[in-house]
């Protein structure tokens, strides 16, 4: 008698119900799995019957669909739904399965039966068919699709497409380029072109003379003037067209000096103080035999810039600062650490593995040294230079954290951008090679851009009501730098952007109308990726900023930003950075009283023997309530410098917490912050002295659409609760994000530590280490 053998599950088995037609008992056609494609892109291999996996217990939650490799993306496509959506936000650009090829850092193919692995680079061989894929994101997503019921050959070139893709040899192979040339074909070029889309956004690009008036004047800058010798990027290839520099600088002296500064960076001016004291920054000097006389020709020339004729004061950064190689080291560690390594099961054990990684302590070291600059700035009433062999990585940081921490309008959200765009995009820092785009020289990547992030959120998160924008801004900032279709995150300084667009324009004999260049929209836009009411999520419901209101005994006021006039008295001084953020004793903010007297009993009964005029500045500021429209310095204890959730572990399935975390409170302010704003909306519709005039115009305020918040004022019958969507990863999920081996899924540690066979996950889930 023969046993029946049971029959292999396939894809049917995995297939719905049929759907009919209830009345008239008829199949219904199943709609075709088809890419949402943007302008340019074109589908360059794909595969069906392809597993995603999204549960953590089981496969029953996992999507049937298609996967697909464009010239831009890896695309998921499937009739299901994702089990308990999370977010009501929706990317313009990607679907919610969609990974952008730049976005990529690994592409890692199995084969579970020949317990085979290999990691998939450009032009490479696979002698096996993979029977998984897992995607590594450098958004710190790990994404794993099966291919049970695929075509072995067809799932084997999916794989070799996504790398290959992946690996673009020629910048403008990045999608970008496909993506405006094709919107120029077929118009002449002014709808997508130059001013129009540029500007709309009123974020200065600081690409045109008229712009870098603007910020002097803002400033107070008066003895600086517009440098135009780079124009057509003359003499240096990596310094924007147009900069500032001191006026009793002649043009031909500059041209003079540039040949003794590496890559031709002569010294340019960044931000001024009310006080007259100016920020600048420039590249080491080469010339040895020149060096002295240089210096001081340059020094000479800010000094006269100074109403007091302060002196100016050098910074060496590459001596005072981490290299970009043990930044990049320190970044991939914590990597590792929160979101491939399993969580520890003591708190303390996982907190101190974070600390080991390095990171929080750059952060921290980048905050002291920024609040250093502004003690001698405020304090000091002198000039700063800040020099970096290269001056297009730590200059970059350090800049920004300077002006961010001195003046509030680089703390709004226009201001914020204008200050990245200026400091970091046309300054030349090298986004291309530091993001790794073309993925050909690991040794140069780092993610000086993220470190400087990080160094926001700690000031946000110490002064959240300082700040026009959100952490979920600063997220979905970096979050665009793997989106290649934005200019500002693509090239490694304006001359190369510039380049490759002409060179591109001609290859492909593109029309452009009257400008004659064509154009990349940059990552300001941003209705390039999110709807008005997504935008609403950048706004901050606690700023106290231009423009921000509040509630004060009963009356509706608007703060106003501190007047240049009167800056210098209002801005106090900065956090002992030589103190590493260590306040006496006497402080009147309450979170730091009990820990100095635990780090420092005896801190206080020293100041008055050797307590140093900048710790003296520095306590004097502590002393007081921080002004959020004044000067900001973080506090710099290990308590202060946290690890930014958000970002780190927002796709992390055991770190996300349901209708809880910071989303919480963002949600319950910002309704009622929108009733604070409807309220005013109503008084304004009335007519006439008294408060019975009738109103003029619909009594609830602006439309839905036009709201600053996201989440706006429920009605009196609505019961208030915390939407189930919500979570401490919100408006991110971490739905169908690869977990630990633990829970579900490959062991990814077992991989990265050159495990010699690869099982299958179903075997690795119940092995122990």
Same mark, same amino acid.
């Given at each position: ?43 360059? $291999?794909?595969?069906? %019957? ?60 199995? =084969? ?162 009310? =006080? ?118 730590? =200059? ?64 946000? $998160?110490?002064?959240?009501?300082? %700040? ?84 004060? =005994? ?144 619909? /009594? ?30 919100? /408006? ?18 077992? %991989? ?18």
């Amino acid at each position: 008698m023969f046993s029946v053998k049971p029959l292999k599950p396939t894809f049917k088995s995995y297939l719905p119900p049929v759907q009919t037609d209830v009345k008239k008992n008829i199949p219904l056609p199943i709609k075709k799995l088809e890419a949402k494609l943007l302008p340019g892109e074109i589908v360059v $291999n794909e595969v069906n %019957f392809v597993r995603k996996c999204i549960s953590a217990e089981s496969s029953q939650d996992d999507l049937w669909g298609k996967l697909i490799c464009t010239n831009f993306k890896v695309s998921f496509i499937s009739h299901d739904a994702l089990p308990k959506q999370r977010s009501q936000v929706s990317h313009l650009l990607l679907g919610e399965h969609d990974i952008p090829l730049t976005c990529l850092e690994q592409v890692v193919t199995v =084969n579970d039966t020949k317990g085979k692995k290999k990691v998939l680079s450009s032009n490479q061989k696979l002698k096996f068919n993979p029977t998984e894929l897992i995607l590594y994101c450098k958004d710190f997503r790990i994404i794993r699709f099966c291919f049970d019921e695929a075509g072995p050959e067809s799932a084997k070139k999916v794989c070799l497409a996504i790398a290959h893709y992946s690996h673009p040899a020629d910048p403008q192979l990045l999608f970008g380029f496909e993506y405006r040339g094709r919107q120029y074909h077929g118009s002449s070029g002014e709808q997508s072109n130059g001013t129009t889309l540029g500007r709309g956004f009123q974020t200065p690009l600081f690409d045109r003379p008229s712009e870098w008036d603007r910020e002097i004047k803002r400033t107070g800058a008066a003895e600086w003037r517009v440098c135009s010798i780079n124009e057509g990027y003359a003499i240096s290839p990596s310094l924007p067209e147009y900069f500032v520099v001191p006026v009793s600088l002649a043009d031909q002296d500059l041209k003079q000096y540039s040949d003794s500064f590496t890559d031709k960076r002569i010294p340019m001016w960044c931000w001024n103080h009310p =006080n007259g004291s100016a920020l600048v920054r420039m590249a080491s000097i080469t010339d040895q035999l020149q060096q002295r006389k240089i210096d001081q020709r340059i020094c000479t020339g800010i000094t006269k810039s100074h109403p007091q004729r302060s002196d100016v004061l050098r910074s060496d950064l590459d001596k005072a600062l981490p290299n970009i190689q043990e930044i990049q080291s320190a970044f991939v560690k914590v990597r590792q650490i929160c979101v491939i390594d399993p969580f520890e099961e003591s708190e303390e054990k996982w907190l101190s593995s974070i600390e080991s990684s390095q990171w929080l302590e750059y952060v921290r070291v980048f905050l002291k040294h920024s609040a250093e600059i502004v003690y001698l700035l405020e304090g000091k009433n002198a000039s700063v230079i800040l020099q970096e062999e290269g001056d297009r990585d730590l =200059n970059c940081v350090v800049s920004s954290l300077v002006q961010l921490m001195l003046d509030p309008h680089y703390r709004s959200l226009i201001g914020f951008q204008s200050l990245v765009q200026k400091e970091w995009v046309m300054a030349g820092h090298r986004f291309l090679d530091r993001c790794n785009h073309l993925k050909k020289n690991d040794k140069e990547e780092s993610p000086l851009f993220m470190l400087f992030l990080d160094c926001v959120w700690q000031m946000m $998160n110490q002064y959240p009501a300082a %700040f026009e924008f959100t952490e979920t801004y600063l997220t979905v900032l970096s979050d665009s730098m793997w989106i290649p279709v934005f200019s500002t995150f693509l090239f490694n300084c304006p001359q190369q952007h510039a380049e490759h667009l002409m060179d591109f324009t001609k290859s492909k004999r593109i029309p452009l109308g009257e400008e004659k260049v064509l154009h990349f929209p940059p990552v300001w836009d941003w209705s390039q990726q999110f709807s008005l009411k997504d935008q609403t999520l950048f706004n901050n419901p606690m700023y106290v900023g231009k423009g921000a209101s509040c509630v004060q =005994n009963g009356t509706v006021k608007t703060f106003r930003r501190t007047k240049h006039k009167t800056y210098s008295s209002t801005l106090r001084g900065v956090p002992s950075a030589l103190r590493n953020g260590l306040k006496d004793g006497h402080d009147t903010l309450t979170r730091r009283n009990s820990l100095l007297a635990q780090l420092r009993p005896d801190f206080s009964q020293m100041r008055e023997v050797v307590e140093s005029p900048s710790e003296r500045f520095f306590r004097d500021w502590f002393s007081r309530p921080a002004d959020q429209k004044g000067l900001l310095i973080p506090q710099l204890l290990p308590s202060h410098v946290t690890l930014w959730r958000l970002y780190f572990l927002r796709w992390v399935p055991e770190a996300c917490i349901l209708k809880g975390g910071p989303v919480t409170a963002y949600q319950k302010l910002s309704q009622l912050v929108d009733e604070i704003e409807m309220l005013q909306s109503k008084l304004r519709q009335y007519k006439g002295p008294t408060p019975a005039s009738t109103p003029i115009s619909s /009594p609830s305020g602006p439309p839905s659409d036009q709201r600053r918040m996201y989440f706006q004022a429920r009605t009196p019958d609505e019961t208030p609760a915390t939407p189930e969507y919500l979570s401490s990863s919100f /408006p991110f999920t971490p739905v169908g994000n690869l977990c630990r081996r633990n829970v579900h899924g490959t062991p990814i540690s077992k %991989f990265l530590n050159g495990a010699k066979i690869w099982l299958s996950t179903e075997t690795l889930a119940n092995e122990t280490l």
